[in-house]
């Protein structure tokens, strides 16, 4: 902000603020009074002691060095006349502070019956006695001659009296000072008026302070809340004491401290010197951070130090000393204040604009000390105005309001950052244990591979290797599933499988598991478990894992003693321990007390944290527990296998029904997968590593796998064979597994091609888009072999038990030869008999052969021989041939030397579609030609005849559907075939009125 604008705004604020000061001095500074002339107050004429309380100011008779009272002689004593309010030191020729003497004034009333006067008595240094019309009334400490019989007192003093029928009230009021050694006397005037109006200005000064002092102290209220319940931040406990000694400051100069808190004129001198150093300290420290840095590391230190300094004289100091330093009290004090006023007005000249309401708050402070000054230069007899000071806290809880509401939103955005990053970080840790289990997977499958393979030519010792590197791998393995896990476990998607678990069973492979740990230690693995000891009810990985964990860390730190696992059952649970010296020692290392308690302490970090959420997910506890004799122990407990006292756990499920893959008797026993007619499939991965450990599952007879490196690699090789499933990584450059899924799925459908994604997650989003993308199913990474086989062989069961069906629905269709063709052909058979039997004969021949082939179980294989459909294209030619003559003429475009083997039914259905929809319905009729073409890598199949044509609609309709007339059955049959067999189906161009093209593909086989 530029200065001139902070200038302009500055001088409007104290604008606004003068304001409401001049209407308050307006309706509430009291009117011209009357004031004391000779000793004398005439208060018999005008309307003002009605409505108003009188300041008894003006000339009262003094007597110094007596004290008046109603036995006095005042026509002999020496008077002499003193302004009230006044220091009796420059008001008489009086030249000590120290003394006493006695006021009088005469107060001329009108005559009255039963009128009660109010006298209040603000401060007479310091200390006095009111007399009124000889009685007395009352006072503030103890007024005497000497020294040590008077009693000093600073609390302001009210009294009332009644004055019957009387019109003079005689005034007396005796002062002694031996204490304040800088002014003396009644330096503040008495208020004097009849009780209701007077009553009313006490109460309503009093309550102005209240209210002001209760709105002070609400600021400091939730300063101290918010520094309890936020960050710790001292300044707000350093703005709460600055609003703490406002109220101080506030209730002293109202004269209201000390006649609510009857302190010692001693100390109450300590306390206001005290409250001034504090204010001017506090101060201080909540503008600290706003000053240069020589000012807040160097001088506020000192400064610090010399209010410690000063606030320590303070307590050892008579109060007649500090009453003399007391104006050096008050500089320390308005230090800080000049230095608010002038930070605050350079930082609100920058860029920060919330410290333009610490300059408002500083303004508004100094304007009300400001007129503060000028009401007592004045003498302006004016109630309390507490608004500048109101509006001073005000603007300052504003700053700090801003600046703790803009934290909070910080925070709250740094606390969502951090969530997200502790999310990001545990998602980074799955990851990364997730693609590092995946190559150890790899090379644990290669090792049993390699094993299996060739265990006939492996000695003793490498086989015994081998076993050796996976027992390791498998531990390794198991330690990256405990990252997996955790993450699982915080986002609460871990499910336990429970059923009936043989602990010792368990503690037996996860022993097999870790004895490599021990190789070179004396260290005993052994189980205690009782013989017969129940079956528990439990998921048996996560019973491995937490066990395998357990032990782990009980062998970890120990170098001598035994490992030992024991079990013991009550009221339907089983209590399992695990002991070992690496308990006692981890315990040790941590300097931690080794006693019963939680599993969560002690230190032992990523692996017991799982044990124990692992146990809690089947309703059990884990604790660690010491013994003098045996050491520690971890000890967890699950439920018995009972299912009359099996308690119900908030993670448990059905466990998945284990079952073989049985066929359902669909295929026949020629027709499963063998190593003549093996299970094809294609592994896409652009990790080698991958597409080894894949190749090495798939190694064994029924299984013929090929490998590529990326989807478009993929593409080619689909359109070169025939596939029973895909195997495809879900993370792969160019093309993701997601979009060649898809992809493929725009010419196979799910049940002609299946295919299983890999995938490194398995959170829902992934799962849903892998089957949104078309996959018949997923497998998460690390995969394991016997499950992925048990996959592929039901996705590759359900395709060629698809592809059977296609075959049966080819032949159902061929073998549905139409009633109206039969009767036909029938009828022309009969008529040749009579003009033409040679004709007849050859016919008769055509059609039998026609029907044998339409009927041979050939028809239901996958391939025939070319010349078998050949056969049964030429019969059915022949017999159409002879019925419409010249109508249908036939031309045979067919290399000789083509050798192939093609899907049955996939040629005579088209010729018969292209005749019977096409050619006959023209009346002239038409050509249709049969045309084979070795393309080299491929065999071109093309069907071309010169009838009606169809449009671009008829034919969609035709591929996409059978119709529910019948027509087009063959083309789509046919059409889905082929992309079963080959990845590509029939190509159709055609147009109405000129005809049709139908051509497809076959690939050579190796053999041709």
């Given at each position: ?62 007597y110094p060095d007596t004290l008046l009272t109603p036995g006095n002689e005042k026509n002999s004593l020496r008077t002499q006349y003193i302004r009230v309010p006044g220091d009796w030191k420059t008001s008489t020729e009086n030249v000590h502070t120290y003394g006493f ?265 100094v304007n009300s000390l400001v007129w503060l000054l000028i009401t007592k230069k004045l003498a302006l007899d004016i109630l309390s105005y507490p608004i500048d000071l109101i509006i001073s806290l005000t603007f300052f809880a504003a700053y700090w309001f801003k600046k ?268 499963q997968p063998s190593a003549t007619d093996p299970i094809r499939l294609l592994a896409v991965d652009d990790d080698p590593v991958n597409l080894k450990a894949l190749e090495s599952i798939f190694s064994t007879v029924p299984y013929c796998i090929v490998t590529a490196a ?299």
């Open positions: 902000m530029m200065t001139k604008k902070i200038l302009l705004t500055c001088t409007l604020f104290l604008i606004i603020l003068t304001i409401p000061r001049l209407l308050w001095l307006y309706l509430y500074v009291a009117p011209d009074q009357p004031h004391a002339v000779k000793g004398t107050l005439d208060l018999r004429q005008g309307e003002v002691i009605k409505k108003h309380s009188i300041r008894l100011e003006g000339e009262w008779e003094f003497g006695s006021y009088r004034l005469r107060i001329l009333v009108e005559p009255g019956k039963d009128r009660i006067y109010g006298l209040h008595l603000p401060d007479a240094n310091v200390s006095s006695k009111i007399y009124v019309n000889g009685k007395p009334l009352g006072g503030q400490g103890k007024p005497a001659e000497k020294r040590q019989h008077y009693t000093p007192s600073n609390a302001p003093y009210t009294a009332y009296f009644t004055a019957e029928h009387t019109k003079e009230i005689e005034l007396v009021i005796q002062v002694a000072n031996f204490d304040h050694p800088l002014k003396g006397g009644l330096v503040a005037a008495p208020t004097f008026g009849l009780l209701e109006p007077f009553g009313k200005h006490q109460r309503l000064a009093e309550d102005i302070v209240l209210i002001a002092c209760i709105i002070y102290l609400f600021h400091a209220v939730y300063s101290v809340v918010l520094f309890f319940v936020g960050n710790k931040d001292r300044r707000l406990l350093y703005f709460a004491l600055v609003i703490v000694c406002a109220v101080l400051g506030t209730l002293i100069g109202e004269n209201l401290l000390f006649q609510w808190l009857p302190l010692s004129f001693e100390w109450g001198i300590k306390v206001i010197c005290l409250a001034e150093l504090l204010s001017g300290y506090v101060l201080l420290q909540c503008i600290k951070h706003l000053l240069p840095n020589t000012v807040r590391t160097k001088w506020s230190r000192r400064y610090a130090m010399l209010c410690a300094l000063l606030a320590l004289a303070i307590l050892c100091l008579p109060a007649s000393y500090n009453l003399v330093v007391k104006g050096f009290y008050e500089i320390v004090m308005l230090v800080p204040c000049l230095l608010a006023v002038f930070f605050m007005y350079r930082a609100a000249k920058q860029v920060d604009k919330d410290r333009i309401f610490l300059l408002f708050s500083i303004i508004a402070a703790y509401f803009r934290l909070l939103d910080q925070s709250q955005q740094l606390t969502g950052e951090l969530r997200e990053a502790d999310q990001l970080k545990d998602q980074f840790l799955a990851t990364v244990a997730r693609e590092v289990q995946q190559p150890l997977n790899s090379m644990l499958h290669i090792a049993r591979a390699v094993k299996e393979r060739e265990k006939s030519k492996l000695d003793k010792a490498s086989a015994g290797d081998l076993d050796f590197m996976q027992t390791i791998g498998q531990g390794m393995f198991a330690q990256l599933s405990d990252l997996v896990d955790l993450e699982r476990l915080k986002e609460n998607r871990l499910t336990l499988y429970q059923k009936e678990v043989s602990v010792q069973a368990a503690a037996a492979a996860v022993f097999d598991m870790l004895r490599y740990i021990a190789g070179g230690k004396t260290i005993k693995l052994t189980h205690r478990i009782p013989a017969g000891f129940p079956l528990v009810w439990a998921d048996e990985e996560r019973l491995t894992q937490i066990l395998f964990n357990l032990l782990h860390m009980a062998l970890q730190h120990s170098e001598t003693g035994e490992a030992v696992v024991d079990a013991a059952s009550k009221d339907g649970w089983a209590e399992i321990s695990v002991a070992g010296g690496g308990i006692e020692e981890r315990f040790r290392s941590k300097g931690l007390a080794l006693e019963e308690q939680p599993a969560e302490h002690g230190g032992f970090g990523l692996e017991l944290t799982i044990c124990r959420q692992l146990v809690e997910l089947h309703g059990g506890t884990l604790r660690i527990h010491t013994h003098s004799d045996k050491g520690a122990a971890f000890v967890f407990t699950l439920p018995t296998a009972d299912p009359n006292t099996q308690p119900e756990t908030a993670a448990s499920r059905e466990p998945p029904q284990k079952a073989a893959f049985e066929s359902d008797g669909f295929l026949a026993a020629d027709e990326d989807g478009p690699q993929a593409l080619a090789m689909l359109k070169t064979n025939e596939w029973d499933a895909v195997i495809i990584d879900t993370v792969m450059p160019e093309m993701s597994g997601y979009e060649l899924t898809r992809t493929i799925r725009e010419s196979f459908s799910i049940a002609e091609l299946p295919v299983l994604l890999l995938t490194a997650r398995s959170q829902p989003e992934d799962i849903i888009a892998a089957f949104l993308s078309g996959a018949n199913d997923y497998i998460s990474k690390p995969i394991e072999g016997v499950e992925l086989k048990v996959r592929v062989d039901t996705l590759t069961h359900l395709k060629r038990a698809v592809s059977k069906q296609l075959r049966l629905e080819a032949g159902w269709l061929q073998a549905q030869i139409q009633p109206h063709f039969l009767f036909n052909t029938l009828n022309t058979i009969a008529s040749l008999g009579e003009i033409d039997p040679a004709r007849m004969t050859h016919l008769l021949e055509e059609f039998g052969n026609y029907l044998q082939r339409s009927f041979t179980s050939k028809n239901l294989e996958r391939l025939v021989p070319l010349e078998h459909e050949l056969e049964l294209l030429r019969s059915y030619l022949f017999i159409e041939k002879e019925r419409f003559g010249k109508r249908l003429a036939i031309i045979w475009d067919i290399d000789p030397a083509i050798k192939i083997s093609i899907p049955p039914l996939s040629i005579q259905p088209l010729v018969e579609n292209a005749i019977r929809h096409g050619i006959l319905k023209r009346i002239e009729g038409g050509t249709v030609r049969i045309r084979l073409t070795d393309q080299g890598d491929q065999i071109e199949a093309a069907i071309i005849d010169d009838g009606v044509g169809m449009d671009e609609e008829t034919i969609r309709q035709a591929l996409a559907t059978p119709s529910k007339q019948g027509h087009g059955v063959g083309l789509y049959n046919t059409n889905r075939r082929l992309k079963q067999l080959y990845g590509q189906g029939l190509n159709i161009s055609s147009q109405p009125g000129q005809g049709t093209v139908i051509l497809f593909y076959i690939p050579k086989q190796p053999n041709t």
